[in-house]
């Protein structure tokens, strides 16, 4: 019996980045004033942060449906990705957000959920560029 592992393409990965932006952005505008109660985050900033998740998705979707996923857009994505987390952490140590544990729970996952799609972003790429097969 042959073991076959098989990695997800970039192609796949964006498509999971671009939709779990579109879930999260649904969730953040949609629910910014019980989620940022429940957080204690402002319902505001949960409100902006998920509506600028949406056109970011679409992005990603263009992206990723090209015939050959290029190179360029996909370091974009992960370059906003990592600019994601960064923010993140400010906001954490900074002052501008006061939330709960839950809040900083919530603030925390994301952001390392965000920062595991840069990574394998980040490697499928070099896979593209050195032509190794997914």
Partial sequence: MTNVI??????Q???????????????????????GGFLGISATLLFYAGLVLLPVAAF???????????????????????????????????????PNGLGVTFVVLQAAAVAVLAVLEYVAIGHERAGVPT
């Fill in 6 to 11: 098989t990695r997800p393409s970039l192609r």
């Fill in 13 to 35: 990965i964006l498509i999971i980045d671009a939709v779990t932006c579109i879930a999260m952005g649904a969730l953040l505008t949609i629910a910014s004033v019980p989620l």
């Fill in 60 to 98: 990603m979707i263009l992206v990723a449906v090209r015939p050959d996923v290029p190179v360029e857009g996909a370091l974009v994505v992960v370059a906003g990705n990592v600019l994601w987390v960064l923010a993140s952490i400010v906001l954490l140590a900074g002052s501008l957000i006061t």
